[in-house]
Every structure is written in structure tokens, then in C-alpha cells.
Nanobody, 125 residues
Framework: QLPLVESGGGLVQLGGSLRLSCSSS????????IGWFRQAPGKVGEGISC????????NYATSVKGRFTISRDNAKNMVYLQMSSLKSEDTGVYYC??????????????????WGQGTRVIVSS
């Protein structure tokens, strides 16, 4: 179990923006490809974005592509998810976690089953 902490969630209006953060005081995030996962009410959880260890590769689910941007600052031990043009279907609990990868330069949207406590995002109209 990776000791990750998500933050930055909250209530936002339709079309608004939020930036989520993923951090850890116990492990070096730069040793892992990291992804963001979303659990929407009544829906199966989905991997929505990932970033490789060095940040050179990012991937996005179709549902968020063009609206969300993942980034990382290994010097600060942080991974971010900038969310824009938020829709009601973006409402849910967002988790960060390590993801499967075939190399240090890649990432996938498949999690390794270990993530933080989550941060809740509510998009209201």
C-alpha cells in the first residue's frame, strides 16, 4: 500500500476548473509512474490519466482528453491533475496511485491496486 495523499477537491461550478494534487511524505513519487482514478457515483471506477516516471509520456481516458492535464514535479514530490471545463459527470472521488508500466518512459491507465484516501469533486450546475 502506497502512502499517497490526494488534495484539492471541492465544489465547483459547471465549466469551472480545479487542480488536484497527489503527494507523499513517506515515499519518493519519482520512482513510480502515477495515475489518477475516478469513482463516480453509481459507476465503475476508471483510470483517467497517467504520467510516466520522468513525465515524458502522459495518457488520458477519452472522457477527459482535452480537458484534463496531468503533470509532475519530482523535485517537490508531487503529481497534479489540472481539470478544466468540468462537467457534471466529472463528479466523483479522485484517487492517485501507482500504475502499470512497461518501462520508465511509459505509463498505462491500469492501477496496481494501491492508492490514497481520495479527494471528492462535486461539479454543480
Amino acid at each position: 500500500q502506497l502512502p499517497l495523499v490526494e488534495s484539492g477537491g471541492g465544489l465547483v461550478q459547471l465549466g469551472g476548473s480545479l487542480r488536484l494534487s497527489c503527494s507523499s511524505s513517506e515515499i519518493t513519487l519519482g520512482n513510480f509512474a502515477i495515475g489518477w482514478f475516478r469513482q463516480a457515483p453509481g459507476k465503475v471506477g476508471e483510470g483517467i490519466s497517467c504520467i510516466s516516471i520522468y513525465g515524458g509520456e502522459t495518457n488520458y481516458a477519452t472522457s477527459v482528453k482535452g480537458r484534463f492535464t496531468i503533470s509532475r514535479d519530482n523535485a517537490k514530490n508531487m503529481v497534479y491533475l489540472q481539470m478544466s471545463s468540468l462537467k457534471s459527470e466529472d463528479t466523483g472521488v479522485y484517487y492517485c496511485g501507482a500504475v502499470k508500466t512497461v518501462s520508465s518512459y511509459s505509463c498505462t491507465l491500469q492501477g496496481l491496486g494501491s492508492w490514497g484516501q481520495g479527494t471528492r469533486v462535486i461539479v454543480s450546475s
